[in-house]
């Protein structure tokens, strides 16, 4: 049977002033009606049961986390007590799925990326199965087609083609390659034989724990002995205990950069894990001058800017050029385009400054 | 004895989004911890007891114009029932002081001006008394030394020098002149003969209403028939009957540009109109950068800006430069410095745009 895992334990800044503490990225409604972590949710529903749905989240967020997905059981939003990285939190969701059903699929995906359409998700999934089903220990992950030197992404090399019964082009992976400095980005854009690392797997929950223990005997093992609680009276105080004791390390260096079973599929979908305003751009709508607006937005003389309000308050610009503009909270920020990576350090000096009621 | 006249009449668009419809600028906080009305009435306290300063108001701004007002008696804010431009205001008050005070001398000023010190604004008072009480039927008026070829102002030419006991710099005028164009401004300034009008005036109430009969006698005819109704039954209704029926036209034009009685007294004050929100700038705290900020703001790698947050809001700028940025009201503007004049124009667009709850 095919199980959903969400990670939903991200928090951060980038989306500030909209995001925020105790409203990370994946709780807002970036684009689109629903928030990410709902979107993400509504892209599984047709294939995967509400009851096989599994939202990993932080202690903090578990209440905002639950409050947005009323229609899954509320044993299903798992709370790390600590974060703990993917490593930890897929083979928490891999020991939950495979103790319920030794022989389950799963899907394990981010909250926070837009991935449209939804059709072409599901056949990417479908043929992750397919792979699977020729080869139960595959652990299949999706590659994008790199449009740009991207520097703040992992990369997939492909290796020797594999073939897919419903035509999807898979490979073997060569390697893992972490976030590239530029010239090494261009290097890998030019040979074509690199990928965006999604994010997302599919894999049977056993196989994934079993690489685990291969390659991460110790993380294994203690994710074991919370296991082994699920069901008794001790689980609750295990997780506290143990979970925070696990290794703090990424899947796709724990396993997937050593393992000999990873198979990449290109995604035939169009992806964004939506890193800033300006990527979230791409995803809003576009006024003849080609500002990127949401909500109420007056804008004259205006141009190749981001406006963005919340509801109930009104952005209204003059002459300006290149900007983001947010409105969210109490709070605005005013940002050009092309500095916007420093707006960590920007968000990080409002505590210093006396502004924490906005973080 | 010496009455205050103040004019707090105006609405305008130049300080949106802090200035509103029912919130215009002279009820605004813009600099300093009073709101430009209650500064203005500041000003005056130690020349003019309350109970002879009178605030000429529009019928929708009465109530919030007397609640910044609590320690002036009830009836000395005195409500147009229509505007109709500063002769008749000028006139409706100087018939009123004349009614109490036959003898009385006021001082006329609007209520949004900025003059610093309040020492040398009552120096100046002193010197327009010493002229009076040398010429019962001159009527004062001060002029400011151009710093700028200026086209938003209407200037005032010297006549023949004038000799104050106190000192001062007085001249009769030769002549009024409206707002300029460019070239003219710059003639005039290099002439060093043309003062800025200032819009600040003292003159006996009988005075002003002799000329205001030789120059208008429609409008003091009109004036009046008002000021007879005063103490009777009858008051209310005559106003609201006769004051709209007045003629529409500024006291510079209807009786300073035609009288022979004029002098003017060179400001020893510093003094703003405050037109928009880059003259705003000049009277707010400024950072290392340049930035002329008010309210909660935090800057980073940012210069030459006006950053302005109300209190419980938080504006935060990144890269920028040359902006002004308000937020107020659930409402924020980002506009070029330099596009300011366009300001107006935004504003009446968010109307049509249905935006009409910021206006």
């Not at 894999?203 to 079993?210: D, F, G, N, V």
Request: charged share 25%; aromatic share 6%.
């Amino acid at each position: 049977m095919l199980h959903a895992i969400i990670m939903a334990g991200g928090s951060g800044t980038r989306f500030w002033p909209r995001s925020r503490r105790d409203r990370p990225k994946q709780l807002l409604r970036l684009a689109g009606e629903r928030t990410m972590l709902q979107q993400t949710v509504d892209r599984v529903r047709s294939l995967v049961d509400r009851e096989r749905i599994l939202v990993v989240t932080g202690a903090d967020q578990a209440a905002a986390t639950a409050a947005q997905l009323e229609d899954l059981p509320a044993e299903n939003i798992v709370s790390e007590p600590a974060p703990r990285d993917t490593a930890a939190c897929v083979g928490l969701a891999a020991g939950l799925v495979a103790r319920r059903d030794p022989e389950g699929v799963m899907i394990v995906m981010p909250a926070d990326h837009v991935i449209e359409p939804p059709e072409a998700f599901h056949a990417s999934i479908a043929s992750a199965l397919a792979i699977i089903a020729a080869d139960p220990a595959a652990l299949v992950t999706f590659g994008v087609m790199p449009t740009r030197p991207e520097t703040g992404y992992g990369y997939i090399e492909r290796g020797e083609p594999l073939e897919v019964e419903d035509g999807a082009i898979a490979h073997r992976v060569a390697r893992f390659r972490e976030k590239p400095d530029l010239e090494t980005a261009k290097e890998f854009l030019s040979t074509g034989r690199f990928l965006w690392n999604a994010g997302i797997f599919v894999w049977r929950a056993a196989a994934i724990l079993e690489e685990l223990k291969t390659h991460r005997p110790l993380l294994a093992e203690g994710l074991e002995l919370i296991i082994e609680a699920v069901g008794t009276d001790d689980f609750s105080e295990t997780l506290e205990r143990l979970f925070p004791t696990l290794e703090r390390v990424p899947i796709d260096r724990a396993v997937l950069e050593r393992s000999s079973k990873v198979v990449v599929v290109e995604a035939p979908y169009r992806w964004s894990d939506v890193g800033d305003w300006r990527a979230l751009a791409a995803f809003l709508e576009l006024d003849l001058a080609g500002n990127a607006v949401q909500g109420n937005v007056v804008a004259r003389d205006s141009r190749d800017s981001i406006l963005v309000s919340e509801e109930g308050g009104l952005v209204a610009v003059l002459g300006v050029e290149g900007l983001v503009v947010v409105q969210a909270g109490g709070a605005v920020l005013v940002a050009r385009k092309d500095q916007l990576d420093q707006l960590k350090a920007l968000v990080e000096k409002l505590s210093g400054a006396g502004h924490s009621a906005f973080l």
